[in-house]
């Protein structure tokens, strides 16, 4: 199986998130940001998970991100392609998928439901329901035990997609 974790993150919470899927899938799973996500990487993915943090209650955008503050601590990493681009570029595939974000424990709204609908879209079929991780704050960090989760998720998906 080739397991692709890709992720958008803005304060590092969501890459972390993404690194711990893909320890708990296996040593053959890699986490990538969007950028390092080129087509040809994820060309022959038999499991694609794809996670972003909910901005404005939903997957972010560049307007979105255009309106994040830079001056903030830790600050923002907006180096990267939104997963919103990225999903709008991925090419046709025939595996399975699944989707998370991270959000605020009481944040309506969800990133994960509009991934889970673009990699339906491009021939990724889901193989669990998609999966909310918990940040303490805007910028985090995560709740206790959420990495530990998300690491268990990982095993799951393994499980299932395997």
Sequence with gaps: MKAVVVYESIWGNTAAVARAIAEGIGPEARALS???ATPDVVADATLIVAGAPIQGFSLPNDRMRAGIRTDTVPAPDLST???RS???HLPAGNGRSAAFDT???WSPGSAA???DRELARAGYAPAVKAEHFIVAGQTGPL???ELERAR???TTLAAIAG
Aim: proline share 5%; net charge neutral.
């Design 34 to 36: 969007t950028a390092e």
């Design 81 to 83: 392609p939104t997963l």
């Design 86 to 88: 990225w999903l709008e």
């Design 103 to 105: 959000k605020i424990r």
């Design 113 to 115: 439901s509009v991934i």
């Design 143 to 145: 709740k206790d035990g």
């Design 152 to 154: 268990q998720w990982g």
